[in-house]
């Protein structure tokens, strides 16, 4: 599996998380799933040294 890095939007106040999931899709509605409150900001896959910058190209 590939791990995804998922901005939600919890009223004003941000959050990341970092989800093990089959593709995209299925890490958003996971999240989604774990607070469904959330509005998702964005979903991507999560980078070899594990940070939020400069996202991973498709190889």
Request: glycine share 6%.
């Given at each position: 599996?590939?791990?995804?890095?998922?901005?939600?939007?919890?009223?004003?106040?941000?959050?990341?998380l970092?989800i093990?999931?089959?593709?995209?899709?299925?890490?958003?509605?996971?999240?989604?799933?774990?607070?469904?409150e959330?509005l998702?900001?964005?979903?991507?896959?999560?980078n070899?040294?594990?940070?939020?910058?400069?996202?991973?190209?498709?190889?």
């Amino acid at each position: 599996m590939t791990e995804y890095i998922v901005g939600l939007r919890l009223g004003k106040r941000s959050e990341v998380l970092t989800i093990e999931a089959e593709d995209a899709l299925i890490a958003a509605l996971k999240a989604k799933y774990n607070h469904p409150e959330a509005l998702i900001s964005y979903v991507r896959k999560s980078n070899r040294r594990g940070d939020r910058r400069n996202p991973h190209r498709k190889e």
